[in-house]
């Protein structure tokens, strides 16, 4: 069964989106159309590729200007007659054909601090709770195809915003990392705002639908990296909470390091805590220990029933 | 014209950016070394990915008896005992350090109860051993390796200026030659896949982890850069292989449709009621149960079908023979023209339960049918055939320091690419353990090598001459042929002739055809330029997998026996004298390979007294145990 | 940073269309626009009605004045006294229909609502800005969305006077107006709980959830609430415009209230 594709094809001095009819068959999805027109057609068509399963997040690509993975884009989503045209990641200078140099979210990622490691702590010694990595174990789940950097219309639409925006896939690093139980860095969030751009996200939630991971960039990276933010910055409970229940009496914190060519807002370091104090302080651990509880004999009923 | 070839100076450079190569370039640059890593596709991209089940490594946080000796027990009954006994040794020693080390890099492993690394059960290991992440360990394996480089490179940023400065990621580069100073090794010459240019990194010591040779499959789970460039550049730099001949498959892999070709079908479909059918829709299993076995299988349907149901009564139904036997049928079955168009046969539970035993039974599955390929198993049989999935064999190494065997001096090894550790068949979850011991080991003997040298080894120019023609040979040959035609014609020879179930005849034609197809690589072109042309990409990776390929034919031939993941119909035990021997392949200057026997080195006393005598006398002749 | 991000002279891919998608991707914001633009524009007409927003048979006051706070809340209208005077510009509820106005335009999911629906940027995913500049949420005046956990405490406030109107419209009885009132509450207190910031203070501020049993179970609870922060925002948006119309119904005397024990 022959179907209609149009395909881009061309490098940085320009191209054009030229026509292929190929054979489809059943069951298969777009990356197996673009490796039938290497095989047959175009054995220069640029393209690429890795585990064809999903997992690796190498086939990004736009399918009738959505972003998405080619080898999770099954041809049975398409009208028999329809025209599937397949193009670059918009986001990105083109290299050739399908490719793209995506250098630019290597160099964010390279950007980020990273996972400090607790002092004190030797290898094997590590203790965490299950909830509490449950959060930052969503965010590595990301197989890095980009598609929400892509997608991001701050860096889409605004190539100047590049040098100030690092984008979603840094900010899920950044929150990862700031809710990771053991590392030792607290000022994830003030590096966040001050130097990943996280005020340029209006949270239009486009790098949340074109995930292949599922994962909630939006609901669960970004608006908890922007309340962090706002607790140091913006919180009058906050502030009344450290007044009445002293915690400004603590030594401050000494300010964590930051890399040598971000700089640090003072205003940012108000807390000696990172998500700021709790109102029940965010030294005290439940249940409480030094509360001597009436605990009911054993064998007697419990109140609850 | 004269080509302009890029020039690095390195101490270290690391070939492959899978959890192997990561873990070498980390320690390589722990070392003081300049390091490179050479990554084919982009960083983070690399084949461990595919890793789901877990790391293996005793450190008893599920069992508390679980240690390395039981550890070491279990890889060398999985390898049927043709493990280099050092490399499990080694390997179940310092697993546990292994993985404890990348918490310390940020890995977020599922936890126990008590805040401990968590471990799960999987066949072939004693405890529950494998510390995991869901199903994607392999992606945390490596996200965290490349997040630990990121920040050795944060580090030097901060020292120096530049965050190159120690350690530098070449990433969609090929590596095509390895060239030589006498006997050592002095550099390491390739291309850009993206620009086509050519890059020459000069280096006293290289690491090769490559990973595996799936590529020559017609159906395999590995990705397309699974061709065998380690294996070839390590054999043309005159390193020695070893035990080529044991390739893991999987019996029930789907071979159609297209987009999920390769991928496992888990063997609980089978244990759960499906059943195999050819395309007569015979349920062909019951023609196919062993003498040996008659008795615990059942002769008709009706009695297998009550077995689900009432199995103290009623025998097996044959679907549940092990692993090679029902290979072997579903092999049969094909050759004998009873196959599916695309050369599987069906698996079918759609007929067998309601949807939604189904659904609830194997939901992974049934998941992962929907997603990928729009297959609903509730309502259409699979089509299944054996797949291949992991190398055992690889480069010859010595097990402490992971060094190259064979006359070159200056190449590691480590990881798929290596082998020995996994004997002839590989434990699930050990081969991500093995990855990070034995990298970490290629990556410290590596540097120290570097640092034993008096003067760094030189490059000839009249080598990299040769080098730069012969990798732009397919693009001046624009009549040549199809690399695409050659790559299918060559899976085809590879997975009729080499698969699962191997025959005499069928090893002699396929390296036959092997040699057909030498001549036919040799005149390979492409069209389109330079600049990120797959086509180009392909036909010089068709030279490698062709001689590894031919290694593996070779090999396959002479081992008169079968064990683990080497089968042959017409000897279909296992044979102790075997047990003995190593074939060691080797490329002599005519290009031509060649296959000896080597004895396997014998156990340390200690280790063996690790085992009952009743359990060696089905591995060791009888010499060997008195 | 003083990093090059890209390589000079590197070019995207030059491709004519804007947009290459094929689906109606105009279609949820065009929905959008127009329940947004209609919603509002019914709510600013009846703020600025000042009549017709309460039933003194059944204490019915419509959410839109309340709590009713000038000198022309008609009788028993006004609980918390009449400190505003009458002038057409004020509304009856001045003191916190701005709140809620701010609470609502500060929501993380209003946000996104008319960011893409009025402003166009972007109008949908991997669809052209329809700006040439952009600075997000980084300056004056946008900076100000992070206002957004004063006006959820505000909110929360507002939402204890809705519940105590719906309460004490029971003194009287029960018709079909105390169902549609305290229906409206039941969603404004599930909307407010939904709300970002309250899933923030829960618990979402916490490193270890392991610490603060309590904390976590609440976090856990208002998280799937939060998942249905849009809906909960539509729907809010109908029982309070349901409500509203319902009260201006019974008080204008176009149908009597529907009585089940009087």
Same mark, same amino acid.
């Given at each position: 069964?022959?179907?209609?594709?149009?395909?881009?094809?061309?490098? !940085?001095?320009?191209?054009?989106?030229?026509?292929?009819?190929?054979?489809?068959?059943?069951?298969?999805?777009?990356?197996?159309?673009?490796?039938?027109?290497?095989?047959?057609?175009?054995?220069?068509?640029?393209?690429?590729?890795?585990?064809?399963?999903?997992?690796?997040?190498?086939?990004?690509?736009?399918?009738?200007?959505?972003?998405?993975?080619?080898?999770?884009?099954?041809?049975?989503?398409?009208?028999? !007659?329809?025209?599937?045209?397949?193009?670059?990641?918009?986001?990105?200078?083109?290299?050739?054909?399908?490719?793209?140099?995506?250098?630019?979210?290597?160099?964010?990622?390279?950007?980020?601090?990273?996972?400090?490691?607790?002092?004190?702590?030797?290898?094997?010694?590590?203790?965490?709770? /299950?909830?509490?990595?449950?959060?930052?174990?969503?965010?590595?789940?990301?197989?890095?195809?980009?598609?929400?950097?892509?997608?991001?219309?701050?860096?889409?639409?605004?190539?100047?915003?590049?040098?100030?925006?690092?984008?979603?896939?840094?900010?899920?690093?950044?929150?990862?990392?700031?809710?990771?139980?053991?590392?030792?860095?607290?000022?994830?969030?003030?590096?966040? /705002?001050?130097?990943?751009?996280?005020?340029?996200?209006?949270?239009?939630?486009?790098?949340?639908?074109?995930?292949?991971?599922?994962?909630?960039?939006?609901?669960?990276?970004?608006?908890?990296?922007?309340?962090?933010?706002?607790?140091?910055?913006?919180?009058?409970?906050?502030?009344?909470?450290?007044?009445?229940?002293?915690?400004?009496?603590?030594?401050?914190?000494?300010?964590?390091?930051?890399?040598?060519?971000?700089?640090?807002?003072?205003?940012?370091?108000?807390?000696?805590?990172?998500?700021?104090? !709790?109102?029940?302080?965010?030294?005290?651990?439940?249940?409480?220990?030094?509360?001597?509880?009436?605990?009911?004999?054993?064998?007697?009923?419990?109140?609850?029933? | 014209?004269?080509?302009?070839?890029?020039?690095?100076?390195?101490? %270290?450079?690391?070939?492959?950016?899978?959890?192997?190569?990561?873990?070498?370039?980390?320690?390589?640059?722990?070392?003081?070394?300049?390091?490179?890593?050479?990554?084919?596709?982009? *960083?983070?991209?690399?084949?461990?990915?595919?890793?789901?089940?877990?790391?293996?490594?005793?450190?008893?946080?599920?069992?508390?008896?679980?240690?390395?000796?039981?550890?070491?027990?279990?890889?060398?009954?999985?390898?049927?005992?043709?493990?280099?006994?050092?490399?499990?040794?080694?390997?179940?020693?310092?697993?546990?350090?292994?993985?404890?080390?990348?918490?310390?890099?940020?890995?977020?492993?599922?936890?126990?109860?008590?805040?401990?690394?968590?471990?799960?059960? *999987?066949?072939?290991?004693?405890?529950?051993?494998?510390?995991?992440?869901?199903?994607?360990?392999?992606?945390?394996?490596?996200?965290?390796?490349?997040?630990?480089?990121?920040?050795?490179?944060?580090?030097?940023?901060?020292?120096?200026?530049?965050?190159?400065?120690?350690?530098?990621?070449?990433?969609?580069?090929?590596?095509?030659?390895? =060239?030589?100073?006498?006997?050592?090794?002095?550099?390491?010459?390739?291309?850009?896949?993206?620009?086509?240019?050519?890059?020459?990194?000069?280096?006293?010591?290289? $690491?090769?982890?490559?990973?595996?040779?799936?590529?020559?499959?017609?159906?395999?789970?590995?990705?397309?850069?699974?061709?065998?460039?380690?294996?070839? =550049?390590?054999?043309?730099?005159?390193?020695? &292989?070893?035990?080529?001949?044991?390739?893991?498959?999987?019996?029930?892999?789907?071979?159609?449709?297209?987009?999920?070709?390769?991928?496992?079908?888990?063997?609980?479909?089978?244990?759960?009621?499906? %059943?195999?059918?050819?395309?007569?829709?015979?349920?062909?299993? *019951?023609?196919?149960?062993?003498?040996?076995?008659?008795?615990?299988?059942?002769?008709?349907?009706?009695?297998?079908?009550?077995?689900?149901?009432?199995?103290?009564?009623?025998?097996?139904?044959?679907?549940?023979?092990?692993?090679?036997?029902?290979?072997?049928?579903?092999?049969?079955? $094909?050759?004998?023209?009873?196959?599916?168009?695309?050369?599987?046969? *069906?698996?079918?539970?759609?007929?067998?339960?309601?949807?939604?035993?189904?659904?609830?039974?194997?939901?992974?599955?049934?998941?992962?049918?929907?997603?990928?390929?729009?297959?609903?198993?509730?309502?259409?049989?699979?089509?299944?055939?054996?797949?291949?999935?992991?190398?055992?064999?690889?480069?010859?190494?010595?097990?402490?320091?992971?060094?190259?065997?064979?006359?070159?001096?200056?190449?590691?090894?480590?990881?798929? $690419?290596?082998?020995?550790?996994?004997?002839?068949?590989?434990?699930?979850?050990?081969? &991500?353990?093995?990855?990070?011991?034995?990298?970490?080991?290629?990556?410290?003997?590596?540097?120290?090598?570097?640092?034993?040298?008096?003067?760094?080894?030189?490059?000839?120019?009249?080598?990299?001459?040769?080098?730069?023609?012969?990798? =732009?040979?397919? &693009?001046?040959?624009?009549?040549?042929?199809?690399?695409?035609?050659?790559?299918?014609?060559?899976?085809?020879?590879?997975?009729?002739?080499?698969?699962?179930?191997?025959?005499?005849?069928?090893?002699?034609?396929?390296?036959?055809?092997?040699?057909?197809?030498?001549?036919?690589?040799?005149?390979?072109?492409?069209?389109?330029?330079?600049?990120?042309?797959?086509?180009?990409?392909?036909?010089?990776?068709?030279?490698?997998?062709?001689?590894?390929?031919?290694?593996?034919?070779?090999?396959?031939?002479?081992?008169?026996?079968?064990?683990?993941?080497?089968?042959?119909?017409?000897?279909?035990?296992?044979?102790?004298?075997?047990?003995? %021997?190593?074939?060691?392949?080797?490329?002599?200057?005519?290009?031509?390979?060649?296959?000896?026997?080597?004895?396997?080195?014998?156990?340390?006393?200690?280790?063996?007294?690790?085992?009952?005598?009743?359990?060696?006398?089905?591995?060791?002749?009888?010499?060997?145990?008195? | 940073?003083? +990093?090059?991000?890209?390589?000079?002279?590197?070019?995207?891919?030059?491709?004519?269309?804007?947009?290459?998608?094929?689906?109606?991707?105009?279609?949820?914001?065009?929905?959008?626009?127009?329940?947004?633009?209609?919603?509002?524009?019914?709510?600013?007409?009846?703020?600025?009605?000042?009549?017709?927003?309460?039933?003194?048979?059944?204490?019915?006051?419509?959410?839109?004045?309340?709590?009713?706070?000038?000198?022309?809340?008609?009788?028993?209208?006004?609980?918390?006294?009449?400190?505003?005077?009458?002038?057409?510009?004020?509304?009856?509820?001045?003191?916190?229909?701005?709140?809620?106005?701010?609470?609502?335009?500060?929501?993380?999911?209003?946000?996104?609502?008319?960011?893409?629906?009025?402003?166009?940027?972007?109008?949908?995913?991997?669809?052209?800005?329809?700006?040439?500049?952009? +600075?997000?949420? +980084?300056?004056?005046?946008?900076?100000?969305?992070?206002?957004?956990?004063?006006?959820?405490?505000?909110?929360?406030?507002?939402?204890?006077?809705?519940?105590?109107?719906?309460?004490?419209?029971?003194?009287?009885?029960?018709?079909?107006?105390?169902?549609?009132?305290?229906?409206?509450?039941?969603?404004?207190?599930?909307?407010?709980?939904?709300?970002?910031?309250?899933?923030?203070?829960?618990?979402?501020?916490?490193?270890?959830?392991?610490?603060?049993?309590?904390?976590?179970?609440? #976090?856990?609870?208002?998280?799937?609430?939060?998942?249905?922060?849009?809906?909960?925002? #539509?729907?809010?948006?109908? +029982?309070?415009?349901?409500?509203?119309?319902?009260?201006?119904?019974?008080?204008?005397? #176009? #149908?009597?209230?529907?009585?089940?024990?009087?």
């Amino acid at each position: 069964m022959s179907r209609h594709f149009r395909v881009w094809r061309g490098d !940085s001095s320009g191209g054009e989106i030229r026509d292929y009819d190929v054979d489809v068959n059943d069951g298969e999805v777009v990356l197996d159309i673009i490796h039938r027109i290497q095989a047959t057609q175009a054995p220069d068509l640029a393209c690429r590729w890795n585990c064809k399963a999903g997992k690796c997040g190498s086939c990004s690509m736009e399918i009738n200007g959505k972003p998405r993975l080619g080898c999770m884009t099954r041809m049975s989503t398409f009208e028999e !007659s329809e025209t599937v045209t397949i193009t670059p990641l918009r986001a990105f200078p083109v290299i050739r054909d399908l490719v793209t140099d995506v250098s630019f979210n290597y160099t964010k990622a390279r950007e980020t601090p990273a996972f400090s490691p607790p002092e004190g702590l030797a290898p094997g010694e590590y203790r965490m709770q /299950q909830i509490d990595v449950e959060r930052s174990q969503e965010f590595r789940k990301c197989i890095e195809c980009f598609l929400c950097q892509n997608t991001c219309h701050v860096v889409r639409d605004h190539e100047e915003n590049k040098e100030a925006f690092s984008g979603p896939r840094s900010f899920i690093r950044a929150a990862e990392l700031d809710m990771h139980p053991l590392d030792a860095r607290s000022d994830r969030k003030e590096y966040a /705002q001050a130097n990943q751009g996280l005020g340029y996200c209006n949270i239009t939630k486009c790098c949340s639908e074109v995930c292949p991971e599922h994962i909630k960039i939006t609901d669960n990276a970004i608006i908890p990296l922007k309340e962090r933010v706002v607790d140091r910055r913006y919180d009058p409970l906050v502030w009344l909470g450290r007044k009445i229940f002293r915690r400004d009496q603590l030594a401050e914190a000494p300010p964590a390091g930051v890399a040598p060519d971000a700089h640090l807002d003072v205003g940012e370091m108000l807390s000696t805590q990172s998500g700021g104090p !709790s109102p029940f302080g965010d030294d005290q651990t439940f249940p409480l220990t030094d509360i001597t509880y009436q605990h009911p004999a054993p064998g007697s009923p419990s109140r609850e029933g | 014209m004269k080509e302009r070839i890029e020039r690095h100076l390195y101490d %270290v450079v690391v070939i492959g950016a899978g959890g192997a190569g990561l873990r070498a370039a980390i320690e390589a640059r722990l070392a003081g070394k300049r390091t490179a890593i050479i990554s084919k596709s982009l *960083f983070g991209k690399a084949h461990t990915v595919m890793a789901e089940g877990g790391a293996a490594a005793a450190m008893g946080n599920a069992n508390s008896r679980d240690n390395w000796m039981v550890h070491f027990r279990d890889t060398m009954r999985g390898g049927k005992f043709l493990n280099n006994y050092r490399m499990a040794e080694l390997h179940a020693k310092e697993a546990p350090e292994r993985i404890w080390e990348l918490e310390t890099y940020g890995a977020l492993f599922d936890r126990t109860p008590d805040g401990k690394i968590s471990q799960r059960n *999987f066949g072939g290991h004693e405890y529950p051993r494998l510390a995991h992440v869901g199903d994607r360990t392999g992606l945390e394996l490596i996200r965290t390796l490349q997040q630990k480089i990121v920040s050795l490179q944060q580090e030097d940023f901060a020292e120096t200026g530049n965050y190159e400065s120690r350690i530098r990621v070449f990433s969609e580069t090929t590596i095509t030659e390895l =060239l030589l100073d006498g006997d050592r090794v002095a550099a390491a010459f390739g291309y850009y896949r993206e620009s086509g240019e050519l890059i020459l990194l000069e280096a006293p010591a290289i $690491v090769l982890a490559t990973g595996g040779v799936g590529r020559s499959y017609k159906v395999t789970s590995n990705s397309w850069e699974y061709t065998g460039d380690g294996h070839a =550049l390590a054999l043309r730099a005159g390193a020695t &292989l070893i035990n080529m001949e044991f390739l893991q498959f999987h019996p029930t892999g789907m071979v159609w449709p297209p987009s999920v070709k390769g991928i496992l079908v888990t063997e609980s479909v089978r244990g759960d009621g499906g %059943v195999l059918r050819n395309s007569d829709q015979k349920r062909f299993m *019951f023609d196919y149960v062993p003498d040996v076995f008659r008795k615990q299988y059942a002769d008709t349907e009706e009695e297998a079908d009550r077995w689900y149901t009432d199995p103290d009564n009623n025998r097996r139904p044959p679907e549940l023979l092990p692993r090679d036997e029902v290979a072997r049928a579903i092999n049969s079955e $094909v050759k004998a023209g009873r196959g599916t168009k695309s050369g599987g046969v *069906f698996l079918d539970v759609s007929t067998r339960m309601p949807a939604e035993t189904i659904t609830r039974r194997l939901p992974s599955m049934y998941h992962q049918f929907k997603e990928l390929a729009d297959v609903d198993i509730t309502k259409e049989p699979m089509e299944v055939g054996p797949t291949c999935h992991y190398v055992m064999g690889g480069v010859e190494v010595d097990p402490d320091t992971a060094a190259a065997a064979g006359v070159v001096r200056g190449l590691f090894a480590a990881g798929e $690419v290596s082998g020995g550790m996994h004997g002839s068949n590989r434990l699930g979850g050990n081969s &991500l353990s093995d990855l990070l011991v034995f990298g970490k080991r290629a990556g410290e003997h590596a540097s120290a090598y570097a640092e034993s040298l008096d003067k760094r080894p030189k490059v000839r120019t009249a080598d990299v001459e040769a080098a730069a023609g012969a990798a =732009l040979a397919p &693009l001046h040959r624009e009549s040549g042929e199809n690399p695409y035609t050659l790559q299918q014609d060559l899976q085809a020879v590879m997975g009729d002739l080499v698969g699962i179930i191997r025959r005499e005849g069928e090893l002699t034609d396929a390296l036959k055809r092997l040699h057909e197809l030498k001549l036919r690589v040799a005149n390979v072109g492409a069209t389109g330029g330079r600049r990120y042309n797959p086509g180009w990409h392909l036909a010089l990776d068709l030279r490698n997998m062709l001689v590894v390929s031919e290694c593996t034919a070779k090999a396959a031939l002479e081992r008169e026996e079968s064990r683990g993941g080497h089968t042959r119909e017409d000897f279909p035990t296992m044979n102790p004298q075997w047990r003995k %021997v190593n074939l060691v392949c080797s490329l002599d200057d005519m290009g031509e390979v060649h296959l000896e026997r080597k004895p396997l080195p014998a156990m340390r006393p200690e280790l063996l007294e690790l085992f009952e005598y009743g359990e060696l006398t089905k591995y060791m002749t009888d010499e060997e145990l008195s | 940073m003083t +990093t090059t991000v890209s390589r000079p002279g590197a070019k995207r891919a030059a491709i004519a269309a804007r947009t290459l998608r094929t689906d109606r991707w105009w279609l949820a914001p065009l929905i959008t626009f127009a329940g947004l633009s209609a919603w509002v524009l019914y709510a600013t007409v009846r703020v600025f009605m000042h009549k017709w927003y309460y039933v003194p048979d059944y204490h019915y006051l419509t959410p839109f004045y309340s709590p009713c706070l000038t000198d022309r809340c008609i009788e028993g209208s006004a609980e918390f006294g009449t400190p505003l005077p009458s002038f057409w510009l004020i509304p009856e509820a001045a003191f916190t229909l701005p709140f809620l106005l701010l609470f609502r335009l500060t929501c993380y999911y209003y946000r996104k609502a008319y960011y893409r629906a009025f402003w166009l940027s972007p109008p949908a995913c991997a669809v052209p800005d329809a700006h040439a500049k952009y +600075t997000g949420e +980084t300056r004056f005046p946008l900076v100000f969305q992070n206002l957004h956990r004063y006006a959820f405490y505000a909110a929360t406030i507002i939402s204890v006077i809705n519940t105590w109107d719906a309460i004490r419209s029971f003194g009287t009885g029960f018709g079909l107006g105390n169902v549609i009132l305290s229906a409206n509450v039941v969603m404004l207190w599930a909307y407010t709980l939904s709300c970002h910031s309250c899933r923030h203070i829960a618990g979402g501020r916490l490193k270890h959830f392991s610490k603060h049993p309590v904390r976590y179970r609440f #976090w856990t609870f208002v998280s799937k609430l939060n998942a249905r922060h849009m809906l909960l925002a #539509w729907v809010t948006l109908g +029982t309070l415009a349901l409500t509203d119309f319902y009260v201006m119904a019974l008080a204008a005397g #176009w #149908w009597p209230d529907l009585r089940f024990i009087s």
